[in-house]
C-alpha cells in the first residue's frame, strides 16, 4: 500500500477526528463520509476487531507510517522494557519527521516529511533524509544552513511557536531543538488508543 496522499477531511471524518489538524469542513460534519450522511445503517454496530482494526489505522494515518513500517515497529516496542503501547507511541513520536513536526519547522506531518526528504534538516549537525529515522536522547534537530531563509519553515515557525512540548527544547535563534527525554504517555497529546492496537496485534 503506497502512502496516503488524498484528501484529509475525508479521513479526519471516517476516525471522526481531526488526526491531521484543525479542520473547519470536518467540524461542520462530524460524521463518515457517504451518500447516506448522518443517517444510521441497519446493522452499523462495529465488532471488537473491526474497533481494534480502526484503532490501528487512526494511528497510521496520524503518524503518516505505512503498514509494514507499522508492524515493524509494534514488534520492537513489545520486545522493549515497559508497557508495549506506550512503547509503540513513543517510537512514533521520536521519529524525525514527527520531531520536525511537534518543533514547528512544518505545520504538519506531511510537510515535515518532505523537509526532511529534500534534505532540510539536520540531526546533530550532519544532513539527514529519512523521515523514518528514530532519534534519541541529547539529538540536536536543526534546519540546514542553506534552508534558514525558507519562507515554508519561517511562516511555520512564526504560526506554531507557541506550541511547546515537555520533551523538546527549541532554540530560536539557533533555528534548532533538542530532545530531552523520551516521552510518557501522558505527554504524548493524540487521541490514540493504544491499547487496541495492542490486542489487535495479540491476535
Given at each position: 500500500m503506497a502512502r496516503y496522499r488524498g484528501p484529509v477531511t475525508k479521513i479526519a471524518r471516517k476516525f471522526r477526528d481531526n488526526i491531521f489538524g484543525p479542520d473547519k469542513a470536518a467540524d461542520k460534519r462530524p460524521y463518515p463520509p457517504g451518500q447516506h450522511g448522518p443517517a444510521k445503517r441497519r446493522g452499523s454496530?462495529?465488532?471488537?476487531?473491526?474497533?481494534?482494526?480502526?484503532?490501528?489505522?487512526?494511528?497510521?494515518?496520524?503518524?503518516?507510517?505505512?503498514?509494514?513500517?507499522?508492524?515493524?515497529?509494534?514488534?520492537?516496542?513489545?520486545?522493549?522494557?515497559?508497557?508495549?503501547?506506550e512503547n509503540l507511541l513513543q517510537l512514533c513520536e521520536t521519529r524525525l519527521d514527527n520531531t520536525v513536526y511537534r518543533l514547528g519547522i512544518s505545520p504538519t506531518r506531511r510537510g515535515a516529511r518532505q523537509l526532511v526528504s529534500h534534505k532540510h534538516i539536520t540531526v546533530n549537525g550532519n544532513v539527514v533524509n529519512i523521515p523514518s529515522y528514530t532519534l534519541k536522547v541529547g539529538d540536536v534537530i536543526g534546519v540546514r544552513e542553506k534552508s534558514k531563509s525558507l519562507e515554508t519553515i519561517n511562516n511555520s515557525l512564526t504560526t506554531n511557536k507557541t506550541k511547546n512540548y515537555d520533551w523538546l527544547d527549541w532554540n530560536n535563534s539557533e533555528m534548532n531543538g533538542k530532545l530531552i527525554t523520551i516521552?510518557?504517555?501522558?505527554?504524548i497529546p493524540e487521541n490514540i488508543k493504544e491499547q487496541l492496537i495492542v490486542e489487535l496485534y495479540s491476535k
Open positions: 454496530k462495529q465488532s471488537e476487531y473491526a474497533i481494534q482494526l480502526s484503532e490501528k489505522q487512526k494511528a497510521k494515518y496520524t503518524y503518516g507510517i505505512l503498514e509494514r513500517q507499522f508492524a515493524n515497529m509494534f514488534e520492537k516496542a513489545s520486545r522493549m522494557k515497559g508497557i508495549t503501547g516521552p510518557s504517555r501522558d505527554m
